[in-house]
Structures are given as C-alpha cells and as structure tokens.
C-alpha cells in the first residue's frame, strides 16, 4: 500500500525534470501554490517568486529583502486565501507552480487541475518539520539554485540535530487568536515545534485546530500558555482566568515573535526552524545561529530580530 510519503515524493518526481532547467534570463516565474511554499522559494530564490498568495502586511513586509513588497499578491490554489484567478496566473506565464505542507486528496486535485489548465508542471513537497532539510535540497534543484538549496538544508539539519536534544519543557496550551480560545490539538503541523522540543501539548481528544472554552482550557490545566498574538498576551495577562492554575498558582505566558512570519506556524514553512533553534537554547537569548538563520530566510538585518518573552 502507498503512503502518504510515497504519494508526495511521486507528485513531486513528475514534475521535477520539467521545472529543474533554468533559463539565464528567468525571472519571477514560479507561482505559490499556498503561503508555506512561498516562505520556502523565498528562502531559496527569492528572485524566481511571481507573488504572494497572500500579501504580508506592511509590517512584516519591513522584515523582509528589498522586492517582497513589489510582488502582487495573486491568490492560492487552495485554503484560507483567496483563491487565484487562472487568467491572472496564465498572464504570468509561469514555468512552475510549487506547493509545500500537508496534503489531502481535495489540494492534490486543486493543484492538478490548475496544472493542466495553465499547461505548467505543479510539484508538492513534503511540509513535514523533520524533512525541512530535503525540501531545501528539492526546492534548489527545482529552482535552479542547488548550492543555495543545499548550503540552506546543512543549516536546518544542524537546527534540526540540536532541537532534538532539547531539553524537555512544560505542559501548553497554544493559544491561537485574540481571545485565545481555538488551539491545535497534539500532532498537527502547527505544534510540532514544541512538541518535538520535549513540550507536552494539553489539547488531546480531537485532531486539527477547533475552539474551545475556558473550561476546557482549565480542565487541561496547562502550565504555560503559548501565544503568537500580542494582543491575547496583554490580555491573558492581567485576566485571572488565564493567568491561575487550578492548585491557585500563576500561569507563565510565552510571546513568540510573529513578525516577519511566526516561530511555531503562521504558516507552517521554514519559518518553524527559528522557533526550533530557540527552543534548542531557550535561556541562551538572541544568538548568532538566530541571527544568521533570520537573514538567510528572510534577508532581514540582524538587529531586527525578534525574540521569544516571558510575561510576567
């Protein structure tokens, strides 16, 4: 019987030796299926990306390389963001459409049917965190920068080694939104950087991101709430519902940086290694590891960094 593994891996390979050539001249020619395949062209040749699937605000946008905010925003060919228009993509004459994350039978027609109507080559590759360093390695053959894809997969793969050393942390509730009620149950993409940190994830019983209630989150009784969204921080903050455990303790709040592109998902892409490089480190603070990986995904300059915070 095929896995999903070998599903993706065979997607990929029947496109891949009609996408790998590229011309001297090409330029902003490969379309983003969804928001994780962009981060992953725009770590690798940011100079092949056509345009977002969906534009980063402005905000985030002064975290990445000068051109990001030039790239129009076209569309996805599947989930949250607006749909691409096939006459738009066809105008940009592309020479390949690239899909990375997880999969399912709906995405994989989604981006087979565009394939075929456009006449362009439509790879996916596998989004999984563990295999960030191959999807370097197949993302620079397919876009025609193998050193960089490669050099990029050795930096990963030493994240990588490291995060899986770390030592294990406390019990969490990620807290997804500004009222913190809708989360991402153990084993989605989302939560696999805590998780493969050592960190135990509360939400169980269900699968995917849902909402939920205070009830809930107080049945779980997490030691610590993890949030991307600094609004929910503020607010968790000083609401005794958050911060009190059921034993009357003080709940510890982390803020993880969400700018230029969120260190647990948001979206889930190579993004993820900054949160795993701390997670390597957690009491270590900014580092060069951090510095370095930033710039080399995002093109962003050192001292812009962002950095997790314990609020009190």
Known sequence: MATRRDTLIGLGATFAAAACVRSPTAQRNVIAAGQPAALLIWAV?????????????????????????????????????????????????????????????????RGRAVSESLGVPWTILDGALERIPEAFVQAGRLLGDADRGQSLAEDAEGVLEDWRRSTAGPSFYYARGDDGLRTSYR????????????????ATGAEGIRQVSHEQVRSWDPEVLVTLNPDFAKLA?????????????????????????GW???????????????????????????????RRLYGMAPAEIRTPKWLL
Do not use: H, K
């Open 45 to 109: 040749a940011r100079d092949r990306l056509a345009g977002w699937p969906r534009r980063p605000d402005p905000e985030c946008l002064v975290g990445l390389a000068v051109g990001a905010a030039e790239l129009p925003e076209l569309g996805g060919l599947s989930g949250p963001v607006r749909l691409a228009d096939t006459a738009t993509l066809s105008a940009i004459r592309p020479r390949l459409i690239l899909d990375y994350g997880d999969t399912d039978p709906e995405i994989i027609a």
């Open 187 to 202: 084993g989605t993409l989302a939560t696999e950087v805590l998780e493969g940190a050592g960190w135990t994830n509360v």
């Open 264 to 294: 647990i998902d948001r979206p889930p892409s190579v993004n993820r290694l900054l949160g795993c490089a701390w997670l390597a480190a957690p009491t270590a603070g900014p580092s060069a590891r951090l510095a370095r990986l930033s």
């Open 237 to 261: 903050q000083r609401d005794p519902v958050w911060r009190t455990r059921r034993d009357g303790s003080r709940r510890r709040i982390l803020l993880m940086p969400d700018r230029p592109f």
